[in-house]
């Protein structure tokens, strides 16, 4: 019996990829026996976050990292970084912002639902650039000179949402940005696999770069990153750790956050509601290293096998059409039905068997639903199969 059984709740097969909303990622073995180790020892957080920075560092290419609850956490303690820096008052302050500088330029059309995690520290998004080519007026973006006419005394930093067309180019902007003196900070949550990504905004020049941990990462779902410049991240690691100690007795991690960087200790900041277990740390950066070595490649046979068995499926089978996707993760199937309404009854009839399996139905609108291999167990395409062809057949 599953352990969500035991508490009167149905274990799904999720065949919807690593969405929030039903968990994320699994976690592989030596992840959760990582985590199980560390969750029976006492550690000094600031020196756990440390360590973390140290890895975190080597794999992107940063200065410095810090292991967050989520990307949307990451992406308001880098808010609340570039509002504060490291004095305590202002930490003290969030997120009534007052007269601090506090407004983040936003490309008009990266504006989405997780821009709140932004908005969370206090900081006003100021919406900048014209979308012509979604709105099929023209061909230009967001361009450069946009920004430096955007930018003023309240402004404290540009936003970039990073998207699989990496639109607006991302290296003009960050060089505009710098050019006045605000620093970029990239929502990259999701830009994983390949793993070659870890390092490409760093590289393009982005000051704060979130990644979520439980996502293709295969941490705890409850997990993030943040990396980039180490004066940042200090600022990130003052506004989030619970530092209720006396300033003498306590012993920042002398790499991260030398004692002489900051003059005081700030109160319980924004980000203590964001706390991090020290086991979900570990895990996170066990997670991190298999990911970076490009261990989850290893498994893309798998799916494909997968991916196949369920193109059999519709094969040849009148009304539905199947079409592997593959964008350079692990490999999607795209079945289209006829209408909606018929991919909706089969995304509930599906989701209502037993056991329950989630497709995923983000492009339901168009008759679509997907299949992603990601978050499948090769144990479970039989399950899979047997359901979708007793379901097309009636
Ligand atoms: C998933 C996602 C997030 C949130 O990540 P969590 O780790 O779940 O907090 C933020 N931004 C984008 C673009 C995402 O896709």
């Known amino acids: 019996m599953s352990i969500y059984q035991r508490f009167g709740v149905r274990p799904l097969i999720n065949a919807a990829g690593t969405k929030t909303r039903l968990g994320g990622a699994h976690m592989p073995p030596e992840v959760l026996e990582a985590m199980a180790e560390a969750a029976q020892e006492a550690v000094d957080m600031a020196a756990l976050q440390a360590a973390a920075s140290r890895v975190i560092a080597r794999v992107t290419g940063a200065e410095a990292g810090y292991v967050t609850s989520g990307a949307a956490a990451a992406l308001t303690l880098g808010a609340a970084a570039c509002i504060t820096g490291l004095d305590p008052a202002k930490i003290d302050q969030l997120p009534n912002t007052g007269d601090l500088p506090n407004e983040i330029l936003i490309f008009r059309s990266h504006r989405n639902s997780y821009d709140h995690g932004w908005r969370a520290a206090g900081a006003r998004l100021v919406e900048i650039g014209m979308d012509d080519r979604t709105a099929g007026s023209g061909v230009r973006l967001l361009e450069p000179w946009e920004i430096e006419a955007a930018v003023n005394e309240r402004t404290v930093a540009l936003a970039y949402v990073a998207n699989l067309r990496n639109e607006p180019a991302l290296e003009p902007l960050i060089e505009t940005a710098h050019a006045c003196g605000i620093p970029v900070l990239v929502d990259a949550a999701g830009r994983l696999p390949p793993e070659e990504n870890l390092r490409y905004f760093i590289e393009a020049g982005a000051d704060l770069v979130a990644f979520s941990g439980g996502k293709a990462i295969g941490g705890p779902q409850s997990t993030g990153i943040l990396c980039g410049k180490k004066h940042l991240i200090q600022a990130v690691l003052l506004n989030h750790l619970d530092m209720d100690m006396d300033l003498d007795l306590w012993d920042p991690p002398e790499d991260l956050l030398p004692r002489a960087a900051f003059k005081a200790l700030p109160h319980h900041g924004i980000g203590r509601g964001f706390k991090v277990s020290r086991e979900n740390i570990i895990a996170l950066l066990v997670a991190l290293?298999?990911?970076?070595?490009?261990?989850?490649?290893?498994?893309?046979?798998?799916?494909?096998?997968?991916?196949?068995?369920?193109?059999?499926?519709?094969?040849?089978?009148?009304?539905?059409?199947?079409?592997?996707?593959?964008?350079?993760?692990?490999?999607?199937?795209?079945?289209?039905?006829?209408?909606?309404?018929?991919?909706?009854?089969?995304?509930?009839?599906?989701?209502?068997?037993?056991p329950g399996i989630a497709f995923d139905p983000s492009d339901v609108y168009s008759g679509v639903l997907l299949v992603d291999?990601?978050?499948?167990?090769?144990?479970?395409?039989?399950?899979?199969?047997?359901?979708?062809?007793a379901i097309l057949s009636n």
């Open 289 to 354: 290293e298999r990911f970076a070595s490009g261990a989850w490649r290893e498994e893309l046979g798998d799916r494909r096998e997968i991916a196949q068995a369920v193109l059999r499926v519709v094969e040849d089978r009148p009304g539905i059409s199947g079409q592997l996707v593959d964008s350079g993760g692990y490999p999607r199937v795209k079945l289209t039905f006829p209408d909606t309404a018929t991919a909706r009854r089969i995304y509930q009839q599906l989701l209502d068997g037993e």
């Open 373 to 389: 291999t990601t978050t499948l167990r090769p144990e479970e395409t039989p399950v899979i199969v047997a359901r979708l062809q």
